[in-house]
Structure formats: structure tokens, C-alpha cells
């Protein structure tokens, strides 16, 4: 179900661009609402106002590095980026999401019929 929404952003390439970096891809809740400690008064009000207010987001990650970037996946927003993320990554990451047609290349049976 999110892979679907990753094919949207990036193509369907982003799976072998996995698989080529060693890439650990994991989907998350985002927020930018920060939940107070246990012991605050206010505790369960910044956690449901996180739980409200998050987006799901994928965490990508090198396996052999300490890196990470996230994007949500909705915005396609870069809400996190580590120093030790490479660079080159974010780049061709960037390349993806941007090239014509990622976003439209899953048709419906209906719009390959008014194609044909």
C-alpha cells in the first residue's frame, strides 16, 4: 500500500535504486509536533496532537552508515537530513521524483481506453 505512493513519487526505479545502495526503505509517522515527556502535565495532548497532525514518511537509510533522509510521502517534503546521508543520494533521489511522467504513469483501465 505505501509502495504505492513511493512508485508515485520516485518511478518505478526507486526499487532497484534500493536495492543497488543497500538501502533500508521503512515507512513512518512524521510530525511536526513534539510530545512532551511522560511526566507533563500536557503529555497526552501533544501525543494525540501528534497522532492528528502526522504524515506517513519513508526513511531511507544506508545499511552500512549511520545517514538517513526522510520525505513524506503525501508533500514529498524533505522533513529530515543527516549529515552523514551522501549527498549523491539525495540527488538522484531528487532526479526521480522530478522526471516526467513519475507521477502519472500508473493508469487507471478507464484512461488507457480513452488512449487507445
Given at each position: 500500500?505505501?509502495?504505492?505512493?513511493?512508485?508515485?513519487?520516485?518511478?518505478?526505479?526507486?526499487?532497484?535504486?534500493?536495492?543497488?545502495?543497500?538501502?533500508?526503505?521503512?515507512?513512518?509517522?512524521?510530525?511536526?509536533v513534539m510530545i512532551l515527556?511522560?511526566?507533563?502535565?500536557?503529555?497526552?495532548?501533544?501525543?494525540?496532537?501528534?497522532?492528528?497532525?502526522?504524515?506517513?514518511?519513508?526513511?531511507?537509510?544506508?545499511?552500512?552508515?549511520?545517514?538517513?533522509?526522510?520525505?513524506?510521502?503525501?508533500?514529498?517534503?524533505?522533513?529530515?537530513?543527516?549529515?552523514?546521508?551522501?549527498?549523491?543520494?539525495?540527488?538522484?533521489?531528487?532526479?526521480?521524483?522530478?522526471?516526467?511522467?513519475?507521477?502519472?504513469?500508473?493508469?487507471?483501465?478507464?484512461?488507457?481506453?480513452?488512449?487507445?
Open positions: 500500500m505505501f509502495e504505492d505512493h513511493l512508485f508515485d513519487l520516485f518511478g518505478l526505479e526507486i526499487e532497484d535504486w534500493i536495492e543497488e545502495n543497500n538501502i533500508v526503505a521503512e515507512f513512518i509517522h512524521w510530525s511536526e515527556p511522560d511526566n507533563h502535565p500536557d503529555h497526552s495532548e501533544t501525543l494525540e496532537r501528534n497522532l492528528e497532525e502526522s504524515e506517513i514518511a519513508v526513511n531511507f537509510s544506508p545499511l552500512h552508515s549511520e545517514g538517513n533522509l526522510m520525505i513524506t510521502l503525501d508533500s514529498a517534503k524533505i522533513v529530515e537530513k543527516s549529515e552523514a546521508f551522501p549527498e549523491e543520494l539525495m540527488l538522484q533521489l531528487i532526479e526521480m521524483a522530478t522526471t516526467p511522467l513519475t507521477k502519472h504513469q500508473f493508469l487507471t483501465d478507464n484512461q488507457i481506453g480513452d488512449l487507445i
